[in-house]
């Protein structure tokens, strides 16, 4: 089990890592754009990463390349809302991005089953800035950690985002 904690602190196997979260904490009432990090305890997967910039994954995860044509509908009023896309949607993110936020793009399942429109889209653990600024309401942690954590990761883990 992960845990993420407001403060910034990811805790998995005894050992602590800092973490960004979204803007506007934790909340245990997320709404799109809120700029919030989900309160709750979720699955975990399927795990993107970009081929070009990754080379080895240590990982139980299976692997998804992501393409310059893959996209996450975060419009509340689309039917792929919350869904992995092919084409741009009328809002949409950009899993193919020219930082390397996402070279690595582990789904939170948050929203996942059931869909609610306007809950919340796109919640992920990925790479942080360097500076580890706020994020959009995913977890973002270093290169070196978030490796460290997939390496050790089962694929029945969860992850547990606590709000103080």
């Given at each position: 089990?992960?845990?993420?904690?407001?403060?910034?602190?990811?805790?998995?196997?005894?050992?602590?890592?800092?973490?960004?979260?979204?803007?506007?904490?934790?909340?245990?009432?997320?709404?799109?754009?809120?700029?919030?990090?989900?309160?709750?305890?979720?699955?975990?997967?399927?795990?993107?990463?970009?081929?070009?910039?990754?080379?080895?994954?240590?990982?139980?995860?299976?692997?998804?390349?992501?393409?310059?044509?893959?996209?996450?509908?975060?419009?509340?009023?689309?039917?792929?809302?919350?869904?992995?896309?092919?084409?741009?949607?009328?809002s949409y993110e950009n899993l193919y991005k020219i930082n390397h936020t996402y070279d690595i793009v582990l789904v939170i399942n948050y929203n996942i089953n059931p869909i609610i429109n306007g809950r919340g889209s796109a919640i992920f653990m990925h790479l942080a800035k360097k500076d580890f600024s706020p994020t959009s309401g995913c977890i973002a942690l270093k290169k070196k950690c978030i490796f460290e954590i997939l390496e050790k990761l089962d694929i029945t883990d969860e992850i547990k985002i606590v709000c103080d």
């Open positions: 089990m992960i845990t993420v904690y407001q403060s910034g602190e990811l805790h998995f196997l005894n050992k602590i890592y800092k973490c960004a979260l979204g803007k506007n904490g934790i909340n245990k009432k997320k709404i799109e754009g809120d700029c919030c990090t989900p309160a709750g305890t979720y699955t975990l997967g399927p795990l993107y990463y970009r081929s070009d910039r990754i080379k080895n994954i240590k990982t139980n995860f299976n692997t998804i390349a992501i393409e310059k044509n893959m996209f996450w509908s975060d419009d509340p009023q689309s039917e792929h809302y919350n869904k992995l896309i092919r084409f741009k949607d009328s």
